[in-house]
């Protein structure tokens, strides 16, 4: 597996002048047995069980906005100016049946409403209330084929060094039943800064699984070849690609 | 002077595991604070609650760093809020860089140095404890509640108010109270709260986050043990440094120790 970048460059000439020791730290042998951490606590906890889900009285009405700004370009300032009229959210990839879906549509599909906390890798937390399409429904629609393995999510925000965010679930997280492709958050259809017209929410990860803006839909087989190769935008920073943890 | 006995005093495993259990400490505590420093401050609740809030470390926008405990503020520029950034300079950040791993702000670094020595301590301490039961000698550092009425003197002990020390085997009674806290008490709770704040173990035990006070309220407990847990590491280096520390570390990298004076016979 191709390791990634843990520390950006600058810093790491920086550390580097402070020696050897500096420099065998950031070396990618070390970081690999650091990372075998990952894959103990994904086959220790896995995704097994359902996030709690609270009651009205515990939601933050303003909930908090996070990640990167909401997206700026033309683009975008037309979706939002239409009313995300002329959205559509793509299904593709490894499926059978490749998916155009508007607004409309996904509201016309079953609704699961919970109230569910978000904990941020940074150690904050909030609730809120998030209501849209089962992920599972959607992939049912598309009828992911026998080679696929993990759901790629394309956003349209940018990082600022202009790298798109992207998220990924593997089929049995993805499938999980508090998965959702949020239309609604708090009882109103989400907002620009939370991510309109469609945001992921994934209650038993951290939250930078829960990817905002998702414009496509991908089911691979994997994602070794996708951007840095580690799943995510955050994952490919040196984060791990299992969030539940 | 005669000499004093040599006797063969801590195991392979309790030499190995002491060592991992330091070297484990140290990168739990540096990777924790810069782990802490990317959402520096600590509520009394299930959510984040600026109303229950019991620590906090921030800046102003003139570079004045500002601790705020219980609602008491104090200025900390330099040393806590404002302060090393781990790369020559000064920042706005909660604990500075010579405390953190890695020095400079770096949240992913610091979790995945967190995550792995999380496990090194856990399999250290399941070593100490199977072999320790295995050997038979965890049972000489298990307070018992014969120990119980000897606190108190070996306190005045330490405290010089009592010539000798009330009889003792391997382990004196508070050195048997300090151990068997942190083993069993200070080490599952500080495992379970850092588990706490793990949403996908939410889901699966949530009843546990529950009686920590929520994902949070577990944070706090989480930093509060940890400052237990140094408080137990500082007295440990005062009475080793004290109490002849070549013989002390001898003894931790060989296994063989010199008696002393009042040490028990019953190794």
């Known amino acids: 597996m191709k390791r990634r970048l843990f520390i950006a460059s600058s810093l790491s000439a920086a550390l580097a002048g402070c020696g050897a020791i500096g420099t065998r730290l950031n070396d990618s042998r070390f970081h690999d047995v650091l990372n075998s951490a990952e894959a103990l606590n994904h086959a220790l906890l896995g995704t097994r ?25 033309s ?9 995300y009229r002329a959205y559509h959210l793509i299904v593709d990839g490894a499926v059978e049946r490749p998916q155009r879906l508007a607004l409309a549509q996904l509201r016309s599909m079953p609704l699961q409403t919970n109230i569910t906390r978000h904990d941020c890798v940074e150690g904050w937390s909030a609730i809120g209330k998030f209501r849209g399409v089962q992920l599972r429904d959607v992939l049912d629609l598309a009828q992911p084929r026998t080679q696929a393995r993990y759901v790629i999510f394309h956003c349209m925000d940018r990082s600022p060094e202009g790298l798109p965010y992207y998220e990924s679930l593997n089929l049995h997280q993805a499938r999980h039943p508090q998965a959702l492709l949020v239309l609604d958050l708090n009882d109103r259809p989400i907002d620009a800064d939370h991510g309109a017209p469609l945001r992921l929410r994934v209650p038993t990860q951290l939250g930078y699984k829960s990817a905002k803006w998702v414009a496509r839909i991908e089911v691979v087989a994997s994602f070794a070849t996708i951007f840095s190769g580690n799943g995510g935008y955050w994952e490919d920073q040196g984060y791990e690609w299992y969030a539940g943890i | 002077m005669a000499q004093r006995p040599t ?77 090393d950034d781990g790369m020559g300079g000064k920042t706005d950040r909660a604990f500075p860089g010579w405390l953190t791993i ?38 000489e550092l298990i307070l018992k509640r014969a120990d119980i009425p000897k606190l108190l003197p070996m306190q005045l002990y330490y405290l010089r108010l009592r010539k000798d020390p009330p009889p003792h085997g391997k382990y004196n009674p508070l050195q048997k109270l300090a151990y068997t806290t942190v083993l069993f008490v200070l080490a599952p709770l500080m495992i379970l709260t850092g588990l706490a704040l793990s949403p996908s173990f939410d889901a699966q035990f949530h009843p546990i986050t529950v009686v920590f006070g929520g994902r949070q309220f577990a944070r706090l407990w989480h930093f509060v043990l940890m400052l237990l847990l140094i408080g137990f590491f500082v007295t440990h280096l005062v009475l080793v440094t004290t109490t002849g520390v070549i013989n002390h570390l001898r003894s931790m990298i060989t296994g063989w120790y010199r008696l002393g004076a009042h040490d028990g016979t019953g190794i």
């Open chain 2, 7 to 83: 006797v063969y005093r801590h195991s392979i495993a309790t030499r190995l595991t002491h060592w991992a259990f330091f070297l484990a400490f140290l990168a739990l505590i540096s990777s924790g604070l810069q782990i802490f420093n990317a959402a520096p401050y600590l509520d009394a609740s299930d959510k984040s609650n600026p109303a229950h809030r019991v620590l906090s470390i921030d800046s102003t926008d003139s570079h004045q760093g500002i601790t705020t405990i219980f609602g008491h503020r104090f200025t900390t520029t330099g040393f806590l809020g404002y302060t």
């Open chain 1, 75 to 83: 683009a975008y300032a037309t979706l939002m100016n239409g009313n």
């Open chain 1, 49 to 73: 069980g359902l996030a709690k889900e609270y009651a009205e009285s515990d939601i933050d009405w303003n909930f908090r906005v996070n990640g990167f700004d909401t997206p700026m370009d």
């Open chain 2, 102 to 139: 890695p020095s400079y702000q770096a949240l992913a670094d610091g979790r995945r140095w967190h995550l792995f020595f999380a496990w090194i301590m856990v399999i250290s301490g399941l070593l100490y404890v199977i072999v320790g039961i295995l050997r038979g000698d965890l049972r």
